[in-house]
């Protein structure tokens, strides 16, 4: 990646991350009276860390060169999936795409470890149901 490309790829993600915390996420965010974190915590975080992390690399480009097409193929591959995964999420709902969703991902990557493996299929998606449902309040697609 060139230093122009950095340049330019870091303000999108600056002003992607400051468009997040200052329109979408008080406008699309609802607000709840109850629950021990605010819906909008997390979202406003990240929106921060994302803008920061833009500027960061627009003022200090990397030197990192063109990759090679193979590994951008698979990270297409990757996108693809987890677009494919999300379409699922909302026919078929968290609960049952998740595990495969997530095993999918692991075999990708190459993980074979089975207790990795158990613990990504198994308890990641547990985890995140247990923290959006349960501590937040929200419901999962």
């Known amino acids: ?69 193979v590994l951008m193929a698979k990270t297409a591959l990757y996108v693809a999936l987890l677009c494919i995964g999300i379409w699922a999420m909302s026919k078929l709902g968290f609960e049952y795409v998740a595990p495969g969703l997530a095993l999918a991902i692991m075999w990708l990557i190459g993980e074979r470890r089975p207790l990795w493996l158990g613990l990504g299929v198994i308890a990641m998606p547990l985890l995140i149901w247990f923290l959006v449902s349960e501590v937040l309040g929200r419901a999962l697609p």
């Open 1 to 69: 990646m060139t230093t122009t490309a950095d340049r330019i790829s870091g303000l999108f993600f600056m002003l992607l991350g400051l468009a997040m915390y200052f329109w979408v996420n008080p406008n699309f965010i609802e607000t709840v009276e109850s629950g021990n974190i605010a819906p909008a915590t997390l979202p406003n975080i990240i929106s921060i860390i994302l803008a920061i992390s833009g500027a960061y690399v627009a003022i200090k480009p990397t030197t990192h060169q063109t990759r090679n097409p």
